[in-house]
């Protein structure tokens, strides 16, 4: 009588100081820290061959020019702005990790893709938190159906492992309720979201399966689970906005087949979800050019260039330091740039709070967003408006210097589509340009000074300020 092969043994790894234990401890034995012990399944090692002449079939390294190559297939899953942030489309047998906040709307957005991708082929639903009567009773309200889209209610990964079939996209709600019987540890525990994850990925490249994941963010707003989650995705997605706001934003942060600067904008309907072509609403207010501390300046985000509104706003402090916060920009980026005016511009800052932020709720790191953030500051510190057609792009250094910035052109040529009639940018970057000048008027500058004496922003008693030629 065969004996059942005997299951994988665990075993607990804390992870500040690698003591094995084989059981869990709430305090490690050896470097005495709390809640660091980690299940792990203990591989076991291959035997060795024990006659000599058998050969091992070993894996062979080929010099580059050998190596072919391979062509990713792309399916579209019927939102736009969904695909333009996967690069262009679904590669086939990927693995794309989707996180966001509870009820941000992850679970419709997948439902609305997978009813698409069933037109043409078979998709599978396991829904762990869900039953599968909830899951339809939303695919009845977004108005979707499908005999090629099947519903699982399982929370056992073998037991979802045996449903695949001939399934050629799989979506898994949630990653953190799914759990392996290889580990004895609760779902949801780091040990049991990378043994999974592991085990999907391997399954997602053998069998050629697409897995959309679903993965919950914690307090800080990253992945709640470790961070070999991540580096074991292809693509990671992040689904944000504020549940009271119909806007939501999907931003790609990991895509091994396509940019990972990629944002994707979708309004939050009565019949699902679903993409916004026009960014005008969204990161511009109708209000801009009347009152003081607000700029606009065209931002690169992966292979798209949208217009953003800043905003700031300057109020008397109360305290002895003045308080500084921001939205959207990078906090350090702003306190170094109001230094900057205040030394080589002559505009106070030490008696007034700075606040700041980026409309739409997006967020903006890249260098070319500093010309605007002064233009914006200085606007609202001598409480004069920026004309409402004008856009304002460049890198500023910390002598007040204007630097270049990449994708000038493109820039440029999104502010004629978006109707403004004069853009400010650095000299260096206006050689580049010279073909939209019959379209658009170009001020080029090289100094925060120029800029700010270009704008009408200079008080009377302010020292002259650096760069600006008079």
């Known amino acids: 009588m065969a004996s059942k092969p005997k299951a994988p043994s665990t075993q607990f790894v804390c992870t500040e100081c690698g003591c094995i234990a084989p059981k869990w401890l709430g305090k490690c034995p050896d470097c005495g820290n709390f809640n660091t012990m980690e299940e792990e399944v203990v591989r076991a090692e291959p035997a060795p061959l024990a006659r000599a002449g058998v050969s091992q079939v070993r894996t062979r390294a080929l010099p580059l020019s050998k190596i072919g190559y391979e062509k990713f297939d792309r399916v579209k899953s019927g939102i736009a702005e969904f695909d333009t942030v996967l690069g ?26 997978s009813a698409h991708l069933a037109k043409t082929q078979k998709v599978l639903y396991v829904s762990a938190e869900e039953s599968c009567s909830q899951v ?32 050629q996209t799989v979506i898994i709600d949630s990653i953190q309720a799914v759990y392996t019987e290889t580990l004895s540890s609760a779902a949801g525990s780091v040990g049991q979201v990378r043994e999974c994850a592991a085990k999907l990925m391997r399954i997602a490249k053998s069998r050629n399966i697409t897995f959309f994941i679903i993965g919950h963010v914690t307090k800080e707003g990253s992945l709640a689970g470790p961070k070999v989650l991540e580096h074991i995705m292809d693509t990671v997605l992040y689904f944000e906005g504020q549940q009271e706001d119909n806007y939501r934003l999907l ?21 699902g979800i679903k993409s916004v072509n026009d960014y005008a609403q969204l990161f511009l207010s109708e209000s801009r050019g009347v009152a003081a ?6 931002s690169e985000s992966g292979n798209r260039c949208m217009t953003v509104e800043l905003q700031t706003l300057i109020a008397k402090t109360a305290f002895g330091a003045p308080r500084r916060m921001s939205l959207g920009v990078d906090y350090n980026k702003l306190v170094v740039l109001i230094a900057v005016l205040e030394k080589r511009c002559g505009i106070p800052f030490y008696s007034s709070d700075v606040y700041i932020n980026a409309m739409g709720g997006i967020r903006l790191g890249e260098p070319s967003v500093d010309l605007a953030i002064c233009a914006a500051l200085a606007s609202a510190a001598n409480d004069v408006p920026i004309d409402r057609y004008t856009a304002i792009f460049g890198e500023v250094g910390l002598t007040g210097e204007i630097r270049p910035v990449s994708y000038a052109d493109k ?17 260096k970057n206006a050689k580049a340009c010279q073909k939209y ?29 650096f760069g600006a030629k008079e």
Not at 254 to 271: H, I, L, P
Not at 411 to 425: A, M
């Open 88 to 113: 262009g489309g679904i590669v086939r047998g990927s693995l794309v990790l989707l996180g966001g906040d509870p009820g941000i709307g992850k679970s419709t957005l997948l439902t609305q893709v």
């Open 136 to 167: 339809k009773m939303r695919c009845e309200r977004l108005g979707l159906t499908s005999d090629n889209l099947y519903l699982l209610n399982e929370t056992c990964l073998e037991d979802v492992e045996s449903a695949l079939e001939e399934s």
């Open 251 to 271: 931003r790609a942060v990991k895509n091994r087949f396509g940019s990972a600067q990629e944002v994707g904008v979708f309004e939050m309907t009565d019949e």
């Open 293 to 298: 501390g607000s700029a606009v300046t065209p």
């Open 411 to 427: 820039r440029v040529n999104e502010c004629i589509k978006t109707g403004f009639k004069r853009v400010i940018l650095p000299a």
């Open 437 to 465: 000048a019959d379209k658009i008027e170009l001020i080029p500058v090289q100094y925060v000074g120029q800029m700010i004496k270009t704008l009408g922003l200079k008080p009377a008693n302010a020292p002259p300020t």
